[in-house]
């Protein structure tokens, strides 16, 4: 399952919900990115921090399921960590940006054991105003860089059709229970 939409609209915490309360059968995809780790992020844990040219070595060697650049910064999920939480035997979530999902859904399609297994969310701002205000609230960008991720999300809001589901955030409760109820239904 992949949980997608512009940033700041909750996707992390609704992730972080769902791998909490569903641990035994659930594991969270850690992806790999260059950008620096905010306050509390730990390596390996909320991402795998790689300098730009770990990454761009990574990429030549086709270790990258997928990978894109988000607001500057390169994103892409290690083809190992994919084939780690199979061999577990545990359904995976993916906390990804919307040409990740992209990448993700055509990868899918053409490989045979993979196909039909992806379902897609798009978690959509009731508007953009209150994602500015969420951006704002959560502090972890300066003017410039909220100012970059609203002008992302305005491109990446058009695209909520393809997606499997689209739910319109309201608040951190409803957004989880619809989210969990989707989950149950998918598991």
Not at 1 to 18: D, F, Q, W
Not at 25 to 49: C, H, M, N, Q, W
Not at 53 to 58: H, N, P
Request: aromatic share 8%; hydrophobic share 35%.
């Amino acid at each position: 399952m992949a949980i997608s939409g512009p940033a700041a609209v909750g996707k992390t915490t609704l992730c972080e919900r769902l791998i909490d309360e569903f641990k035994d059968s659930l594991s969270r995809l850690i992806t790999a990115t260059t950008r620096p780790p905010r306050f509390g992020e730990k390596e390996g844990v909320d991402y795998y921090f790689l300098s730009k040219s770990e990454f761009d070595q990574k990429l030549e060697q086709g270790e990258f399921l997928e990978h894109e650049i988000i607001h500057g910064n390169k994103y892409g999920v290690l083809k190992k960590t994919v084939l780690e939480a199979q061999s577990r035997g545990v359904n995976i979530l993916l906390n990804i940006d919307v040409n990740g999902a992209e990448s993700l859904r055509n990868f899918c399609a053409i490989n045979e054991s993979l196909r039909g297994c992806l379902k897609t969310i798009f978690i959509r701002p009731k508007s953009l105003k209150e994602l500015e205000k969420r951006m704002h609230k959560r502090a972890t960008e300066d003017a410039q860089q909220r100012q970059t991720r609203l002008e992302n999300a305005k491109s990446e809001l058009e695209r909520d059709h393809e997606f499997d589901f689209i739910l319109e955030s309201t608040d951190k409760e409803s957004d989880y229970q619809r989210v969990r109820s989707l989950y149950l239904t998918l598991d």
